[in-house]
């Protein structure tokens, strides 16, 4: 995966939504980046310049990495065939076998290895897999410095990406004096971490929240988290 266009032909493997169809009934909306909309500083730019479901495009990207169809139909190179597991843990079951069928279609040899969730984080935080399915989200483009920056590879950096010029981008996002300053970083963050295929997005479902009306004082993150400081039931 260290090769932009092998991780640019994964992205183009992937119907992204016919997964939100098959996994999610369709109520959510499709990922182009590593934010979701609802998150403070999400730029719409990654929509124009995201990877859509393209299987030609996996070819050419695929040929420019130097690889080949082998007989059995598998991506090779020198000999080889490229193979991979997909690491989850049992809340993303469907999501990861949804997305191993558009691989395999696609020309990848990969399998699925279910894990209990403490083994899977302990496996992410030693860079001890391939591929991960999971999801995570906070109220705002801060979240990036913590899987993307080179210091956090031990920590929350999964993808253990040790970029200079996207580390000045994240430092630019944690230090921004006020919003406005923040968005542009984040723009900037988001556009360079889609165009180097560093993740492969593919969607957030909507939730429903359903509370009594004898519960109040609670509020709820932009992203739709519940804060219960406070709350009380009257």
């Not at 590593?34 to 495009?57: D, F, H, M, W």
């Not at 200079?164 to 963050?189: C, H, K, Q, W, Y």
């Not at 993740?199 to 479902?205: H, M, N």
């Amino acid at each position: 995966f260290n090769d932009i266009n092998v991780r640019k032909a994964l992205n183009y493997a992937v119907n992204r939504d016919q997964m939100l169809q098959v996994v999610a009934q369709g109520r959510g909306e499709v990922l182009y980046g590593p934010l979701r909309p609802a998150t403070i500083g999400y730029s719409s730019e990654v929509e124009k310049i995201g990877y859509s479901y393209n299987l030609e495009k996996v070819t050419e990207f695929m040929t420019a990495a130097g690889y080949a169809k082998s007989e059995n139909g598998i991506w090779s190179k020198d000999g080889a065939e490229i193979a991979f597991s997909i690491s989850t843990d049992p809340l993303f079951s469907r999501d990861t076998e949804v997305l191993q069928m558009f691989l395999t279609e696609a020309g990848f040899k990969c399998e699925i290895q279910q894990l209990e969730t403490g083994a899977l984080m302990e496996g992410l935080a030693t860079g001890n897999y391939d591929l991960n399915v999971s999801s995570a989200s906070w109220a705002d483009a801060v979240v990036l410095f913590g899987f993307f920056h080179s210091s956090t590879m031990d920590a929350s950096n999964y993808g253990r990406i040790n970029d200079p010029v996207l580390d000045g981008m994240l430092l630019n996002i944690f230090g921004a004096p006020n919003r406005t300053a923040l968005e542009s970083a984040a723009a900037d963050a988001q556009k360079y971490i889609v165009e180097n295929a560093f993740v492969i997005p593919l969607y957030v479902a909507f939730s429903d929240l359903v509370i009594n009306n004898r519960f109040a004082g609670y509020t709820t993150t932009p992203t739709g988290e519940l804060i219960l400081y406070g709350s009380y039931i009257k």
